[in-house]
């Protein structure tokens, strides 16, 4: 009987939910105000909701990203071209992300500081049994303004 109760008192205190009382800090109540402003759910049922920016630097400029992604893309294809498995992936990539309206193809580029080139490469992983391709996004990547979008997120 004392093993017994011993592991139902265990089990409740590992069971026990505390409640944080901490308080709020200022960047978490940004992001909550922040997510209350700009969520909406698109007409496929989606919740959309606009990119954070720091509050503190919203009159800086991102820059132009184009040239840098342009020669990214252009490197891309080149190793894709020498790996036909990586670039059969990468293509079937590129297709579910068009299909899931995650992005879409741009006829007619006017590159212009309002917009945004996420750069991005494929990372190869034969033995992976999930996922033998993995795209990263590189937000990191600094414009002509020398910041890049994670600096302003």
Not at 23 to 51: A, F
Not at 65 to 89: E, G, H, V
């Amino acid at each position: 009987m004392d093993t017994l109760d011993k592991t139902l008192r265990s089990f409740w205190e590992i069971e026990n939910v505390t409640c944080d009382s901490s308080p709020i800090s200022e960047e978490l109540n940004y992001c909550n105000e922040h997510y209350e402003k700009t969520h909406y759910r698109n007409s496929e049922g989606r919740y959309v909701v606009q990119m954070p920016f720091k509050p503190e630097i919203e009159k800086i400029s991102l820059g132009d990203s184009y040239q840098m992604a342009s020669k990214r893309l252009d490197n891309l294809w080149k190793r894709l071209n020498r790996d036909p498995t990586m670039k059969f992936l990468y293509s079937e990539f590129l297709r579910e992300y068009k299909n899931l309206n995650h992005m879409e193809e741009i006829t007619n580029c006017n590159h212009s500081n309002d917009g945004y080139f996420l750069l991005h490469q494929g990372v190869l992983r034969p033995s992976s049994i999930t996922t033998k391709l993995r795209v990263v996004f590189d937000a990191s990547a600094k414009t002509t303004t020398g910041y890049s979008l994670n600096d302003l997120l």
